[in-house]
């Protein structure tokens, strides 16, 4: 019975990278969804901000 239990909580690693790479996963489509939405305001934005800086 130990030895069970030893190897359960040796798998938890595993579960735990899984679980890493998931959150990863979402934050990077969270960022691209982001960045397609307001993409075109930013450049927009920049575009001003730059047109008006004396050169």
């Not at 890493?20 to 934005?45: C, D, K, P, R, W």
């Amino acid at each position: 019975m130990k030895a069970i239990l030893k190897r359960f909580h040796g798998e938890e690693s595993g579960a735990s990278l899984v679980e890493y790479g998931l959150l990863v996963g979402l934050i990077a489509v969270a960022a691209i969804l982001a960045v397609t939405a307001l993409g075109g305001s930013i450049s927009t934005l920049f575009s001003n901000v730059s047109g008006s800086i004396p050169a």
